[in-house]
């Protein structure tokens, strides 16, 4: 124990002490100083540390006291009283950038709705685009891509919404169906910025108990300038599986459950007073400023949504006490709460300031207990914004919106943000019912402008039912109740203590006006409106009333204790000229260093700050040492490794300690919900990442690679930084505002945490009692080349009063606390302010050494600059020389600073420095100097009594804003100067003639000769230069003062190559490989009289890359073969089948044994470019007669006599052609990929159904069920494939600069962000390449006077080329025309010839697949660029640029990776795969045995031998078995080849057939790919053999075929009207018919009227014509898309079949009764019998039970219709397809009409229209159902008649009677 306890004792002690130093000095490399108190300091440390460390591993953790907690910590806060240098003087800037938002809409499923007609709408902000409208149906096919363009900074393009939604399309107003919301940010975060082929879950906002609306498949991409687009290859599948691939990021749970957001607005405090619109003013001018002008209210957005607080007249420090309630799925695809406080004002609203939370820092997404939802607070939220100053117009309004860094304080929020998971809907939970009890009594939420204010969509507050409002997604405002507990909130007192050391380098502009400083946190100290302390500010008790407190005792206490009284400013001083630099002025603080003193008070939640600190040194410390290893690297990896192991050592421990003591939290603490779970979330996280890097150190069983560490290690960093960001915000920034007679003119914000101050060292901000250099800067938007406006050293230290003794200890020693005289006791009206006073002053001796500076930022139009440096140091400025002209400039000179004072003690100025800033600039002659860089230094200290060591230079990194501008090779020097002798300092060098001082000797870098060898090819793409084309260039090589120049080109148009082809000079160079200095490319044309014009430059900043080490004589040779076995060529696959008898039959059927899986056809989609397919072929066949006689091979005829059953496909008709060869490629490369392998489906291949299905499915996840997939991978036959890159060629075989590097010319300014990397700056290109190596000592060439440079590369004279141009496709083309299509067509250009393929261009189509291909004749090195560009044909105007990609065709053709014609997978003499290089497999490898001078090749039967190395194989085939063997060596050849990379001496893999895929550009869109071109090129030199044809690729032509369908019977169809007389239901059931695409040829059946059991009888046929291509299982439609297109556009989408039954209305619109949608590739089996069809055979069909029509024919049975996912209906129907050639033989009539008619269906006699029978109708309805009532009720009619007729007459007749009788 006790020995592994002292080893690495010893270690740390080392390792401390470096550390120490390094800390003290950042980014400088070999630079150390001895600190004598730092070595002291560290040494009982490490002793502790090791104790820990000995205790821990006892096992006894437990016990570690705090005392050595804070031991182990140790290393992490290092006594310094200076902060850590900086190099860079600005931060990172917002910049605006471009972005492209491009979304392929593909189809929908599931949609929920009857008989729709689907659009998609997609809005991103106010931008809106919209799909074609497709009818009729719920799974609509679009394919249709969009591009949005935004420019503007990255964080506001991620809160930008993408809101895409389904509409059924009526003719007025359509209705949502669903819609669905992702926040760019979250797409951007996606691998590739990118989701690809992900199902969007569409939900209604208005109503979200309903579940899913259906499901939308979309690609969605965001990328930015020089973002590299994944290309994907889309995949297709029918039964794709939605749910597992829902458009959401990794990790989310596929079912999303609603949630509510609740965000509470409880108060705010310390609003600015001043309500900025106009009118208040003049108001201000009347009444007085008696009150507060401001009337807030919050705005929340979320979401997309926005929800806002009533409006508080009059109040700076509103009480609102509302919540706002979002409702979003959890976890939401949003990432942001935007928060803003506006001031209503009569005219318009202001914005005040605006916040973000981020949801993902306010929560953790683990799964199980580990994860907590989002939760706040209740806490508080600093806001920031403009300046508060009372000025009209606010100059800089965008700073309140959200728009850049916030200026100063403008008071705080306190809020709480809660989320509530809705289990089932959106019920009311207990937590708002809860709160609704609580309710206040609601205020009137309609304010008297608040109608108007909340116009925007989904927040008018409409009286909506409450229900309605709980279920729809709209947001809610209203009242909350607050528990008391939430406000005691313990106020504490905390104190800001400043001293100002130094205020220099201020801005000549800001006048000669007295300046003064300001510092303040919150509003205290502001004074503006903050509360100034000395006056008496009102402090609120937690009653909120506010009372008057007597702070003035308080306050005398502190201030005697300290001696300081109350103040923020510093006395006005005037300021005086900078020595040197008439630009800069400074405030003499010499011994008097001003102090400032602040009171504020803030709730005491500084434990949040504290861990944060904590956690941030820890990712600093790891940030360093990794820095330290990769420096380590250069010099041996061993004692890098060993720095690394122990770098995770400290972490393993540094994250134990803190979790120890993050376990002891204090108790009486106000922890929020989200502080417990960020301390479990600490542990969590640091638990895991300790246990990683225990891993990483203790790997026993793999040793981990160091880049792989470091890898690791930087993931650590990222975590804990994420980690340390601490939402809940406590003690608000501290400004310091630089005030120019009371104007504010310059700022710098500090991070409170930064400057807190805690007893626990490693817990204090990193700044805190450390002097820090701060460089104010402008507030808002920054001019350009805009320069520092004052640098600041000040010493700051914030916390609670009850530290206030420890506030002075950190300063430098030597100091005296001055009062003003006047002071009584801080009571004065005007306290002044103490000073500290330093009364012993140094006299030091500054020397810069500027020695070089590389890769600096051309100012200049000429592409260069005329740099010069000044270097300022405290009030001292001096500047170098200007070199003209460079970019590399070595300026050797050394600046001598004398008698600079600095006051404070001596030892300490030695240890802590003040910096020196050193600004670049470029010289004009006319106009002030540019600004092109700056960076800062330390200076290595010597004081009069050490021992004088040279420095070391060093290079310290220049930035200019954003931009990197190179480095700077200097180092500086700060002698003491001895009061004894003034004159005892180091020697220098004699001057020069003008007063120069060079770097002494012994620090500038020790040179030795080295020699450097130019290989000079040619200049290319040379543009005009003022005006003017080059044509008599030259080029200057320049390294370190030597160099040479080219020959000149004697006429650029006509040869731009070299005459001599190689040079070389000697020239010194730095021994330290670091320390070279760059070599510069010039290229200069010569014009009339001797003129000579610069075209433009490159630098190479680093030689590494070109050094060539010297070789030792010839390599030995080995005398072992090496024998490489090539897989048997198979004996069957040269021998083609003779013709048999089965011959004809073979053209129409396949037999596919399954036993033996011999054969699987198949063929995919290449609209989507699927995956294509392996088709009946055969390897590497030798001559064949006919292509039939390839398709048949004697395992295919073997077979047949077992075969168990022949399927019929097109396929066999199809011929096989370079396309299969495609498909089949496409496919390989996938399952390369691994789509096909993923979630372990290869498993499941072993398929049970006895038939093979020639199917493609749309979606390779899903080939669980694929019957294309062969049984036993081995007994596949294979197609012959290429290679399909993914990118271009170049990217593969590393640009082909094996024999030459391209370099490109620059020319012009790249001074500001626009210019920094244009296209516009490239002016040409070099191409040419360097050696370098020590010189030789003879002093003579190497290899018999040869540049060894030369080796290996070809003569430059002319070569007559033919070229072969394949355009195979072209897809995601951005759209040209305002209708979002484009009509491409191809132009290739060459030199001067132009190739324009105009007339072939593809109407309407982003995704053209062109198979086109061009032959031109080229001579190199004239016509060496070939540029292929891709047009938008237009009728009216020109045409327009869709994008272009440029191909350096030399550099392929003499490419020693060989890529004229790429090497084919199989020899074959002719068909679909023929050999297409002029020269043959053994030709090829004879030439390249000879031109690597490799023995060989050796061929002898079965094997060939190249060098040393044995390749056995078949070289022997029978073609037939009468015929005599014949021997080949053609496939070994090949197969050599194709090895060629393992071949000693060689070492190059040769360029396979391929085809690759380049991005296009256009130049108003740098960096933005517009599209991909599929394409490949051959190259062939005339003076060889010529080759044969070009291959054919012409797409293939879809066939046409027509699809008979016969409706025969419906049963069960569901009864819709309803027989007034009766009640008795019946339907008049009609068909309807039509195959999507072709909707314009709907066909219907007649009517069955009056079913009364849902039956119906038609016999009636549809007859439906169209176009489809076999090998894609896609469908060709083509048709106009409205009627003002002139041209028809092709679209290519899945055959399908609908069928829908209605029922038909005389008077009103028919009734939809139900829909059957067939994909004719794959439908489910028909049921025998209308019994056994249910909805199962359609929802549950699998894979093996699908049949398609394609191969079937012929299909009878039954389905079923459906409507809203219930059976409505089941269909009798055959289907019939015949290709168009049969139908036009065979013709059929449609309905029942000749040829081959139909029978009349016998229908019952009930089935008529009443309309035109009414009388029918009459006898049916009526008669037969109520005959009897009808009798009965005739003969009862009669009979009252008759009694009616017996009353009438009665009393007549009886009177008449009477009358007669009497008579």
């Known amino acids: 124990m006790e020995h592994s306890a002292t080893a690495p004792q010893a270690q740390r002690k080392g390792l401390f002490a470096g550390m120490k130093l390094k800390k003290k000095k950042k980014g400088e490399k070999g630079l150390t100083i001895a600190s ?115 420019v503007g900074p990255q964080v506001f393009l991620f809160d930008k919404i993408i809101n895409i939604s389904v509409m059924h399309n009526k003719l007025i107003g359509s209705v949502l169906i669903g819609s669905f919301k992702v926040d760019l940010g979250t797409v951007y975060s996606q691998p590739g910025h990118q989701f690809c082929d992900k199902w969007a879950l569409l939900t209604d906002p208005a109503d979200i108990r309903t579940g899913p609306k259906g499901y939308l498949k979309c690609d969605i991409s965001v990328t930015g300038k020089g973002d590299a687009i994944q290309a994907t290859q889309k995949t297709a599948d029918t039964e794709e599986q939605i749910e597992k691939n829902l458009l959401i990021p990794k990790g989310f749970p596929s079912e999303r459950p609603w949630a509510r957001f609740y965000v509470r607005i409880y108060k705010a405090e310390g609003l600015p007073k001043m309500n900025s619109s106009i009118m208040a003013n003049v108001t201000k001018a009347f009444i007085g400023d008696s009150k507060d002008l401001v009337d807030p209210y919050v705005v929340v957005m979320f979401a997309g949504q926005m929800g806002r607080t009533t409006v508080q007249k009059n109040c700076a420090d509103p009480v609102w006490h509302e919540q706002i309630i979002f409702k979003e799925m959890f976890p939401p695809l949003c990432r942001r709460v935007k928060i803003q406080v506006w001031d209503e004002g009569s005219m318009n609203d202001v914005a005040l300031a605006t916040h973000f939370i981020d949801l993902k820092k306010i929560s953790n997404e683990q799964d199980g207990d580990k994860g907590f939802l989002p939760t706040f607070g209740p806490a508080w939220i600093n806001l920031y914004g403009s300046p508060r100053n009372h000025s009209l117009m606010d100059d800089h309004q965008e700073l309140n919106e959200g728009f850049g860094e916030g200026v100063s304080f403008r008071g705080r929020l306190f809020i709480e943000i809660a989320v509530e998971i809705l289990s089932g809907g959106a019920r009311e939970s207990k937590f708002s019912s809860i709160i609704k009890d609580i309710k206040l009594p609601t205020k009137d939420f309609k304010t008297s402008k608040g109608k108007d204010k909340t116009e925007k969509p989904g927040e008018d507050r409409k009286s909506v039912s409450p229900s309605d409002k709980m279920n729809s997604t709209e947001v809610e405002v209203e009242p909350f109740d607050v528990p008391s507990e939430i406000y005691e909130e313990k106020i504490e007192e905390f104190l800001l203590f400043g001293t100002f050391f130094e205020a220099t380098m201020i801005d000549r502009k800001v006048g000669d006006k007295p300046v003064t400083f300001e510092v303040s946190v919150g509003n205290f100290g502001n004074i503006t409106d903050g509360m100034s302390a000395g006056v008496g500010g009102k402090k609120k008790t937690h009653d909120g009333e506010a009372e008057e407190s007597l702070l003035h005792e308080g306050e005398d206490e502190i201030s005697h204790e300290l001696g300081v009284p109350m103040i923020s400013t510093t006395p006005p001083e005037k300021p005086l000229v900078t020595g040197g630099n008439r630009n800069y002025q400074y405030l003499p603080y010499d011994e008097r260093k001003p102090c400032i003193f602040v009171k504020s008070y803030w709730g005491e939640q500084t434990f949040r700050l504290y861990s944060s600190n904590t956690l941030e040194k820890m990712a600093d410390h790891l940030e360093e040492s990794l820095e330290q290893v990769k420096d380590l690297i250069k010099v041996s990896e061993a004692v890098s490794e060993e720095k690394m192991r122990m770098t995770l050592n400290e972490f393993v421990n540094h994250s134990r300690a803190f979790i120890t003591i993050a376990e002891k939290k204090p108790k009486g603490l106000h922890y929020t919900a989200l502080d417990k779970k960020r301390l479990m979330l600490f542990k969590q996280e640091l638990e895991a990442m300790s246990n990683d890097a225990k891993g990483i150190v203790q790997q026993q069983k793999k040793k981990m690679p160091l880049d792989e560490m470091i890898r690791e290690t930087q993931n650590f960093i990222d975590k804990i930084r994420f980690l340390a960001d601490e939402p809940q915000n406590t003690v608000p920034d501290v400004f310091i505002w630089m005030l120019s007679s009371n104007k504010r003119v310059a700022y710098a914000r500090v991070p409170a945490k930064n400057i807190l101050y805690s007893p626990a060292k490693e817990q204090r901000g990193k700044d805190c009692g450390k002097i820090k250099t701060h460089f104010l800067k402008l507030p808002g938007k920054r001019p350009l080349g805009w320069t520092v406006q004052a640098k600041v050293d000040i010493y700051l230290w914030l916390g609670p009063a009850s530290y206030a003794h420890s506030i002075m200890e950190n300063l430098p020693v030597g100091y005296e606390t001055e009062f003003p005289s006047n002071t009584n006791s801080g009571h004065s009206v005007v306290p002044s302010p103490a000073c500290l006073l330093y009364k012993t002053p140094h006299l030091f001796q500054l020397r810069a050494h500027m020695y070089q500076a590389r890769g600096l930022i051309a100012a200049d139009s000429t592409g260069l600059s005329d740099p010069f440096a000044k270097v300022t140091f405290t009030s001292h ?17 050394m600046l001598l600073f004398n008698r600079v004072v600095l006051h404070g003690d001596r030892e300490e100025i030695a240890q802590f420095p003040p910096e020196i800033v050193i600004e670049l600039y470029d010289d004009d002659a006319v106009g002030k100097a540019e600004y092109i860089g700056s960076t800062v230094a330390a200076p290595v200290v010597r004081l009069a009594d050490q021992n004088y060591r040279p420095p070391k230079l060093a290079y310290h990194p220049v930035y200019c804003g954003n931009l990197s501008g190179g480095d700077l090779l200097a180092t500086f020097e700060l002698l003491e100067i001895p009061e004894s002798d003034p004159d005892r300092l180091p020697p220098l060098d004699p001057p020069d003639v003008g007063q120069i001082y060079p770097v002494p000797a012994n620090i500038r870098p020790v040179l030795s000769k080295y020699r450097v060898e130019v290989l000079f090819w040619g200049v290319r793409e040379l543009k005009k230069v003022q005006l003017l084309s080059v044509d008599r260039p030259q080029v200057l090589i320049e390294c370190a003062g030597k160099g040479v120049k080219s020959s000149v080109i004697q006429s650029y148009k006509k040869n731009p190559n070299f005459s001599g082809l190689a040079d070389w000079f000697e020239v010194e160079l730095p021994e330290n490989e670091l320390l070279h200095p760059p070599l510069s490319i010039c290229v200069v044309d010569w014009r009339a009289f001797g003129r000579s014009t610069l075209v433009g430059t490159h630098t190479i900043n680093c030689l590494k890359q070109f050094l060539c080490k010297t070789q030792l004589g010839p390599q030995t040779t080995r005398n072992r073969l090496d024998i490489v076995e090539i897989g048997k060529v198979s004996p069957e696959s040269s021998q083609p089948a003779e013709l048999s008898q089965e011959e004809p039959f073979l053209a129409d059927l396949i037999y596919a044994e399954v036993e033996q899986g011999t054969c699987t056809v198949v063929e995919p989609d290449p609209y989507i470019a699927t995956p294509p397919a392996t088709e009946p072929e055969h390897h590497a066949s030798e001559p064949g007669k006919d292509r039939k006689q390839r398709d048949m091979k004697k395992s295919i005829r073997r077979s047949t006599k077992r075969r168990k059953r022949t399927i019929a496909d097109e396929s066999a008709e199809n011929v096989i052609d370079w396309w299969s060869k495609y498909y089949a490629s496409v496919l390989k490369m996938q399952k390369v990929k691994g789509i096909f392998s993923s979630e372990g489906k290869r498993e499941d291949n072993k398929q049970t159904s006895d038939h093979i299905a020639l199917i493609i499915e749309e979606d390779p996840e899903k080939k669980k069920k694929d019957k294309t997939l062969k049984r036993k991978e081995k007994e596949t036959p294979n197609l012959a494939t290429l290679q399909i890159y993914e990118g271009d060629l170049e990217s593969e075989f590393n640009n082909f600069e094996d024999w030459v590097k391209t370099f490109q010319l620059l020319r012009g300014k790249s001074n500001d962000e626009v210019h920094a990397d244009s296209e516009d700056r490239i002016i040409g290109k070099f191409k040419g390449s360097f050696c370098i190596y020590p010189s030789p000592e003879d002093g003579n060439l190497l290899d018999g006077g040869q540049p060894r440079i030369l080796q290996g590369i070809p003569p430059n004279h002319s070569v007559n080329v033919l070229i072969r141009v394949y355009i195979v496709a072209a897809f995601n083309l951005s759209p040209a025309d305002p209708d979002g299509k484009s009509d491409p067509y191809i132009v290739l250009r060459l030199g001067n010839t132009e190739i324009k393929d105009r007339e072939k261009y593809i109407p309407k189509q982003l995704n053209p697949v062109f198979g086109r291909s061009f032959e031109i004749q080229a001579t190199f090195p004239k016509d060496s660029l070939l540029t292929v560009q891709i047009y938008d044909h237009d009728f009216v105007g020109t045409d327009d640029l869709i994008g272009e990609t440029k191909i350096d065709l030399e550099n392929r053709f003499y490419s020693r990776h060989r890529a004229t014609c790429g090497l084919q997978s199989q020899y074959e003499i002719e068909g679909y795969n023929a050999w297409r290089d002029a020269t043959k497999p053994s030709e090829i490898l004879t030439k390249l045995c000879k031109d690597y001078r490799i023995s060989g090749p050796f061929m002898r039967p079965g094997e060939i031998q190249v060098g040393t190395k044995v390749f056995k194989g078949q070289t022997v085939f029978t073609e037939d078995e009468n015929e005599e063997p014949v021997e080949s060596y053609e496939h070994l050849s090949l197969k050599v080849l194709c090895a060629w990379e393992e071949i000693p001496g060689a070492g190059y893999k040769l360029v396979p057939e391929h085809i690759e895929t380049r991005p296009l550009y256009h130049k108003d869109k740098p960096g933005m790919e517009q599209g991909r071109v599929q394409m490949w090129v051959d190259m062939f030199p005339k003076d060889m053999p010529l080759p044969g044809p070009p291959v054919d690729i012409s797409p293939r032509k879809p066939k046409g075929y027509e699809l008979r369908v016969i409706i025969w019977n419906t049963e069960d169809v569901i009864l819709e009207d309803e027989n007034i007389f009766t009640g008795q239901k019946s339907s008049d059931i009609y068909v309807k018919g039509w195959i999507k695409g072709l909707e314009e040829d709907k066909q219907e059946t007649d009517v069955h009227y009056n079913s009364l059991t849902g039956e119906g009888n038609f016999n009636w046929r549809f007859v439906f014509p169209f176009h489809y291509l076999p090998a894609e299982k896609q469908m060709v439609v083509s048709k106009r898309e409205n009627i003002f297109s002139l041209e028809k556009t092709e679209r290519k989408i899945p055959a399908e079949l609908v069928l829908q039954v209605w029922d038909f209305e005389r008077l009103s619109s028919d009734d939809f009764l139900g829909t059957l949608e067939l994909n004719l590739n794959g439908f489910p089996q028909a049921a025998k019998t209308a019994k056994s069809c249910d909805l199962g055979m359609v929802m549950a069909a699998s894979e093996e039970n699908k049949i398609s029509v394609f191969q079937q024919k012929r299909v009878r049975g039954w389905w079923p219709f459906i409507k809203a996912g219930e059976l409505t209906g089941k269909v009798e129907a055959e289907f019939h397809l015949v290709t168009a050639e049969e139908a036009e033989k065979n013709p059929v009539g449609k309905a029942r009409k000749e040829p081959e008619p139909l029978e009349k ?62 008579s």
């Open 877 to 893: 400025c001096q500047t170098t020389r200007i070199i003209s002209q460079t970019l590399s400039p070595t300026w050797n000179q």
């Open 1801 to 1862: 269906p016998n229908r019952p006699d009930t089935s008529f229209s009443w309309f035109v029978n009414p009388f029918k109708c009459l006898y049916h309805l009526i008669w037969r159902n109520y005959k009897k009532y009808i009798i009965i009720g005739i003969i009862l009619l009669i009979l009252v008649v008759f009694l009616v007729l017996f009353i009438y007459t009665l009393p007549g007749a009886i009177s008449q009677k009477i009358v007669i009788g009497k």
């Open 36 to 150: 004598k108190d730092a070595l002291g300091d560290h040494d009982e440390s490490a002793n502790l540390h090791c104790d820990t460390l000995g205790r821990q591993e006892k096992g006894e953790e437990d016990l570690v006291s705090t005392d050595a907690l804070s031991n182990i910590f140790g290393s992490l806060s290092p006594k310094r009283k200076r902060a850590k240098l900086l190099t860079r003087i600005h931060e990172e800037e917002m910049k605006s950038q471009n972005y492209q938002i491009a979304i392929t809409i593909i189809e929908a499923r599931q949609l929920v709705g009857e008989n729709i007609d689907p659009v998609v709408i997609i809005e991103i902000g106010d931008e809106k685009k919209q799909t074609t409208v497709k009818e009729s149906t719920n799974t609509p096919f679009y394919n249709e891509y969009f591009v949005f363009d935004f």
